[in-house]
């Protein structure tokens, strides 16, 4: 009689099958973490990266700032940093006050020593942003000396023309103050306080015009009051 053939063993399913681990779970209190320190690190690089350049772009301001006051002034021998304190200009710092942050005006003087003009810095928005200028002044004729943009995103090709029409800038040599903006060939010819505005900027350059007129209400009582002090 043949052997009957020997089933098999039944296998149990729990050993056919590798067992498996869970999958960890990623806390979400991980991830914020994550990007906390990741935003930490990006932070301090971007402090590190300043601090090691603040110096050279200091610099770099407190050149472009002698060379405008050279340009507005019309290259003086030298020139004076004076202080807006307590409403008056004064020479030094009172004892303790910061020089960063208090409001400053320039004076310039000739070979001879006698002053030339006061140069100022002031800014208002303008068309796109806030236009920020420098302006030589004669304080005894009340007359503007020269103006110089020292900073302005006005659209290029029209309202950059306040600082690159060279022959709209020059009318801020010797004119009366207050200023009076006019529309091009409509002034009288005859008002040296009248300023053409630009055709298509007409916004930028009365900004410019603007910015002049409501500095020089604010520091004309400044100027004309302060006597030049001795340099120490």
């Known amino acids: ?8 063993d039944p296998v149990e399913p729990d050993a056919a099958v590798e067992s498996q681990e869970p999958e960890e779970k990623v806390s979400s209190l991980r991830i914020v973490a994550t990007l906390a320190v990741a935003g930490m690190l990006a932070g301090l690089l971007l402090v ?11 610099r770099n301001k407190a050149e472009a ?10 290259a003086p021998q030298r020139y004076d940093t004076l202080y807006v304190v307590d409403g008056k200009l004064t020479l030094t710092l009172p004892e303790g006050m910061s020089e960063r942050g208090t409001e400053k005006v320039f004076l310039g003087f000739d070979e001879a020593g006698a002053p030339i003009g006061f140069a100022l810095v002031a800014g208002e928005p303008g ?3 806030i236009v920020r200028i420098i302006f030589g002044y004669d304080a005894g004729a009340r007359t503007t000396l020269g103006i110089k943009v020292l900073e302005s995103k006005e659209t290029p090709g029209l309202g950059d023309k306040i600082e690159k029409d060279l022959e709209w800038v020059a009318q801020f040599s010797g004119a009366v103050t207050p200023l009076i903006p006019v529309k091009p060939g409509r002034g ?3 008002n040296s306080s009248e300023i053409d505005t630009i ?13 002049i007129n409501n500095s020089l209400e604010k520091a004309r009582p400044l100027l004309e009051a302060y006597t030049p002090e001795e340099t120490p």
């Open 1 to 8: 009689m043949s052997e009957l053939a020997a089933e098999p």
């Open 48 to 58: 590190l990266v300043y601090k090691a350049t603040e110096p050279a772009i200091l």
């Open 65 to 74: 700032l002698r060379l405008a006051i050279q340009d507005v002034l019309g």
């Open 127 to 129: 068309f796109q942003d």
């Open 188 to 190: 009288t010819g005859e």
């Open 199 to 211: 055709t298509g900027a007409t916004i930028s350059s009365k900004a410019v015009i603007r910015i």
